[in-house]
């Protein structure tokens, strides 16, 4: 999947839905919620945008980020993570799976604890200044794209998914 010329970000929360329709009225920002579709259907709708800024709520990490809190949650196994883990590298050597510029955060203090620490943790160890704890989902989400902060791109996801499975909550990111 080629990435898009757009900046791209993924909210993600419990108001994606609020955060992404209080974009739509932008003329250089193409939003929309894409929950149930496909990271094809995803990538032809990024191709397509023609936008400076897409904003939606499909993570091509998903599975790969319910199966490690399941795992920590005691409600999976080990192999679920480590083969979500597998699925996602092999998405990417294809070129199948593209990690979004940012991931923006909705009133991450409202999220179950190993959803925090995933998001504020294993997600952000990764790349911290790609991953955005956002206090609102309203229309302020607008003054974010314009002053996104300016960061090092995201490392190559085989440099770093494979670390996930051994990310523990209230211990990632700690030396």
Do not use: C
Not at 29 to 42: E, K, Q
Not at 104 to 129: C, D, N, R
């Amino acid at each position: 999947m080629e990435a898009p010329a757009s900046t791209t970000l993924v909210v993600v929360g419990d108001e994606t839905t609020e955060a992404i329709h209080a974009l739509e009225g932008f003329a250089n920002v193409r939003a929309a919620t894409l929950p149930d579709a496909s990271d094809t259907d995803v990538a032809r709708w990024s191709a397509a945008a023609g936008a400076p800024y897409l904003v939606h709520d499909h993570d091509p990490l998903a599975h790969v980020a319910a199966a490690w809190v399941e795992f920590f949650d005691d409600l999976s196994t080990y192999g679920v993570l480590e083969l979500e883990i597998a699925r996602a590298l092999e998405a990417a050597g294809r070129h199948d799976l593209t990690v979004p510029d940012y991931y923006v955060v909705i009133h991450p203090e409202t999220l179950p604890v190993t959803w925090k620490h995933w998001w504020l943790g294993v997600l952000a160890s990764a790349s911290p200044s790609r991953v955005i704890p956002w206090p609102a989902a309203d229309a302020s989400l607008a003054q974010l794209l314009r002053r996104l902060p300016a960061a090092r791109a995201w490392p190559e996801v085989d440099a770093w998914l494979p670390s996930v499975a051994a990310a523990v909550p209230d211990r990632v990111g700690l030396g």
